[in-house]
């Protein structure tokens, strides 16, 4: 072979080995550009979903469509979509496509998908970008077939015009290969810098365009993070700070570059605990959001600010935790403003709470805002209440519960509805009375934004300024009594309800007798002594409901209303005379006085007032030209009846002190065996001129007077004094029964003596028995169970007498200690033929024993009665059947053979 031919065979095999190596390095460069394509591809798709996200959870649609719209326009992207869990199109490039299923991210022969699940507004979303494969196959193949034209050419040229044409297109391709590795570093900065119009520079030109809208939302994330307040960071799965924004870097002037590689704790004052500490580090190691995080951090200037952050964790695409991302915030303008207006209300507080009123400050929800020391002190029992936030409402429900303010007649629930009504449409101040007597005098204002004021003045004094005026205009100055005015006033008012009810009403003009010489001899002071001494006497004798005055002088005057007879009138009219005729003593020196009274009634003598005053004090006259020290009623019927029960009364004091009463026993006995068990003590009076005086008249009599209680008195004496003498006999004595009045029950005088007269006899107090009637009882119902107690503990047992003709509560009933019950004698009468007598006989028989009491039936006069009574459980009975009202002395055989049966009188 010639030299040229061996030197041409070494060029052709040294331009095929060139070209060979030239074409395994395209091939090559087409495999690094494939997988720089790819890196690409994600970057895009990164910077893409940082633009996406904060655009669609900003609302800023426009914003977001416009970018998806600009990223579609790229060459070799075909669509752009942001799809929700259900595959719903949320954001799209293809118009009329959101709100549709979004197409199945499938690689097909036309198309190529990249795309990346995301967490959107804390729900699962994926952002997918459509790439065209034909397009990037295209380049590709169009790289590799100037690869291989390129070694065509070579083998057909010089082997240096193909190892050139080589050498320019592996140049392109490594420009586009450190492009795609700067860019996969994370540099967008870079450009692919190669030219031409061939494939694989438009490839190049497409990339740079994608570079320069990633660099543009960059920017645009960068201007929003500058301009706002608040700060973004960004830490890695070590929960070391990659990122923050350039806002928290000005702020505590220190550079970007110092918070990196450093964790929060690292940066932080030590002004948290351990404990905090370690609970906030257990959030982030369990990869969980944080909210409301707060630490202080240096800031540069040798100060510590408070900041607050609050993170959410991120994960890759195969759920590998790699990072918290998160917001920021400087918290010292807050905390500095909170603390002046810490200030600010420490100051107002104080400013308040120095007021003398009360004060209070409501928002629109009627929640307390603000109080003063002077009202929590007015409202103290409740004081605890009175707490920031609390409703009026609520507030005033606690104080009308607990009874600090006067509601008068009303109910609970109606004062506070009042209450509320003028808190919620305030029309101008008004009074309120709290239940210690204080006044107040309540301003409320409502506010332009709904909320209140309230301020509350003591006006006590005022009030009771204003009271003691009024007073004194209608009353006397020196007895207090109303005076003439007032007289007439509720004289006016009596009238007119006993003329809606149809009572009657007594005017009393009283007069004292010698009260001129008293004041002539002894000087107007003494004088004005004694008119005080008699006021206060009068208000002892009349009503709470009667109306005490001093007309003029000496003279005095009472309306007594209403009245069920002339009677009361009476009564009144003697206890006025006996009270002020008792010897009234000043600086040691005894003065008797006595009193006239002339009264009239309504609507008997008149119907006017003038008329009324005018007859009473005719009748006044009467009195005192009859006899001083007495009364005259205007009608002279009216007077002689009067008359005739001060004759009487005057008579039953004559008999107690010159011993006419005396007592009579009545037996008892059990229907079981015909034993006499017990007996009752009857008052007798054996007048020496009219002989035996009916306990119908007088006893009636002294039950409207204090004479009973000198009566009973006297007969609970007699009766231990003759238990004690059958005692000393040697009977086998049985309890005696004494009858109480209601005036004598609630007495503690009466109970006084009945105890020592027991004591005294030496007797057992279960042979006295108490015997009242129930219509007593139900009068002063808890005040019964008090003294009944009393008694029972005194070891004397309870009967209640006359069980059925007066008003019963059973709810009472059960709480009496009684022993016995006494069936009226108007039940009994009629037995047995009368079966509505023989019904209610058998329901007390039960009603009483059911409660654990024995009953009693009076008035048994046949022996019909007696069967009857004992077939239906009834314990005892008493009457003429059994025997009459006894002396002590024929009373005393019964008690000497006791276990016989009583004698049936013929």
Not at 58 to 83: H, M, T
Not at 279 to 299: C, I, K, Q, R
Not at 307 to 330: N, T
Not at 497 to 505: F, L, P, T
């Amino acid at each position: 072979m010639s030299l040229k031919l061996r030197i041409a065979a070494i060029i052709f095999a040294l331009e095929t080995i060139v070209l060979i190596s030239v074409l395994m390095n395209t091939l090559s460069s087409l495999d690094e550009a494939r997988a720089r394509f790819a890196e690409n591809e994600k970057v895009m798709l990164d910077h893409a979903a940082e633009v996406v996200i904060p655009a669609y959870e900003g609302g800023r649609d426009a914003q977001l469509q416009s970018y998806l719209d600009e990223l579609s326009r790229l060459p070799q992207v075909v669509s752009v979509w942001l799809v929700d869990a259900a595959g719903t199109a949320v954001a799209s490039s293809q118009s009329g496509s959101v709100g549709t299923l979004a197409p199945a991210f499938v690689a097909a022969a036309d198309r190529h998908w990249v795309q990346q699940n995301l967490a959107v507004n804390g729900a699962p979303a994926t952002l997918a970008i459509e790439i065209s494969s034909r397009f990037l196959a295209t380049t590709v193949d169009q790289i590799g077939d100037v690869g291989i034209i390129t070694a065509a050419a070579g083998m057909a040229f010089v082997a240096i015009v193909g190892l050139m044409i080589g050498q320019m297109l592996t140049r392109r391709l490594d420009r586009l290969t450190v492009a795609a590795d700067r860019i996969a570093r994370g540099d967008i900065s870079v450009r692919a810098g190669v030219g031409g119009g061939d494939d694989v520079g438009r490839v190049a030109e497409s990339l740079d365009l994608v570079l320069k809208k990633v660099r543009e939302s960059e920017q645009r994330f960068k201007d929003f993070s500058t301009a706002a307040s608040d700060w973004f960071w960004e830490t890695d799965d070590a929960l070391r700070y990659t990122w923050v924004s350039d806002s928290r870097a000005a702020l505590f002037h220190v550079s970007q570059k110092s918070f990196v590689g450093k964790t929060s704790q690292d940066i932080a004052q030590a002004d948290l605990t351990d404990e905090q500490w370690r609970a906030h580090l257990s959030t982030l190691s369990a990869h969980e959001p944080f909210m409301g995080f707060v630490y202080e951090v240096p800031d540069g200037a040798g100060k510590a600010r408070p900041i607050e952050e609050s993170g959410k964790p991120i994960f890759d695409e195969d759920g590998q935790f790699i990072g918290y991302r998160g917001v920021g915030r400087d918290l010292t303008a807050k905390m500095a403003a909170e603390e002046d207006l810490r200030t600010a209300q420490e100051r107002l507080a104080g400013a308040v709470d120095s007021l003398t009123d009360c004060f209070a400050l409501y928002d629109a929800d009627d929640k307390l805002i603000l109080c003063n020391r002077a009202l929590r002190h007015l409202f103290a029992p409740v004081a605890d209440a009175l707490r920031p936030g609390i409703r009026f409402e609520t507030f005033m429900r606690a104080a009308i519960g607990a009874d600090i303010l006067a509601k008068g007649r009303s109910s609970p629930d109606v004062h506070l509805q009042r209450r509320m009504s003028r808190h919620k449409n305030p029309t101008g101040p008004f009074e309120v009375e709290h239940a210690d007597g204080r006044w107040f005098l309540v301003s409320e204002q409502r506010l332009p934004d709904g909320g209140c004021i309230m301020i509350s003045t003591d006006i006590t004094e005022r009030k009771e300024a204003q009271r003691q005026i009024d007073f004194l205009a209608h009353h006397d100055g020196l007895t207090q009594l109303p005076n003439r005015a007032l007289f007439h006033d509720r004289l006016a008012m009596s009238l007119a309800q006993a003329k809606r009810s149809g009572n009657q009403v007594a005017v009393l003009l009283i007069n004292i007798d010698n009260f001129r010489h008293v004041n002539d001899s002894q000087g107007p002071e003494r004088g004005d002594l004694l008119l005080k001494e008699v006021a206060r006497r009068l208000r002892e004798c009349g009503r709470v409901a009667d109306t005490i005055a001093r007309l003029d002088g000496d003279e005095f005057a009472i309306v007594q209303g209403p009245l069920e007879s002339a009677h009361e009138a009476a009564v009144l009219a003697e206890d006025i005379i006996a009270a002020i005729s008792e010897p009234m003593t000043f600086d040691g020196e005894r003065i008797i006085v006595d009193a006239s009274v002339g009264v009239t009634l309504y609507p008997t003598d008149a119907t006017e007032i003038t008329q009324l005053v005018k007859n009473a004090d005719i009748a006044l006259s009467r009195a005192k030209q009859r006899m001083r020290g007495s009364f005259e009623f205007y009608a002279d019927e009216l007077g002689q009846q009067a008359r005739s029960r001060i004759e009487l009364a005057a008579g039953i004091r004559d008999a107690i002190d010159k011993g006419e009463f005396y007592l009579q026993y009545q037996p008892k006995v059990s229907l079981l065996d015909g034993r006499v068990v017990g007996a009752e003590a009857l008052v007798r009076w054996r007048h020496p001129e009219r002989g035996n005086v009916s306990p119908a008249e007088f006893v009636a009599a002294a039950e409207s007077s204090p004479l009973i209680l000198e009566i009973g008195e006297w007969v609970a004496e007699e009766a231990c004094r003759q238990i004690a003498a059958w005692a000393d006999a040697g009977a086998s004595v049985v309890p005696i029964a004494i009858n109480a009045s209601g005036a004598q029950f609630y007495d503690e005088q009466f109970l006084a003596c009945l105890h020592a007269a027991v004591k005294a006899r030496g007797i057992d107090p279960a042979l006295i028995e108490i015997e009242i009637t129930e219509t007593a009882l139900m009068n002063e119902e808890d005040a019964a169970v008090e003294t009944m107690s009393q008694l029972v503990a005194r070891g004397h047992s309870l009967s209640i007498d006359d069980f059925g003709t007066g008003y019963s509560s059973l709810a009472y009933l059960s709480r009496f200690p009684v022993a016995k019950l006494k069936i009226d004698r108007a039940f009994v009468s009629g037995l047995p033929d009368v079966e509505e007598q023989a019904e209610i006989v058998r329901a007390v028989v039960r009603l009483g024993h059911g409660l654990g009491m024995k009953v009693l039936a009076e008035g048994v006069e046949t022996a019909e009665q007696a069967e009857f009574l004992k077939s239906v459980g009834c314990d005892e009975a008493q009457g003429y059947y059994y025997g009459r009202p006894l002396d002590a002395d024929d009373f005393s055989p019964l008690l000497v053979t006791p276990k016989q049966p009583a004698p049936v009188p013929a």
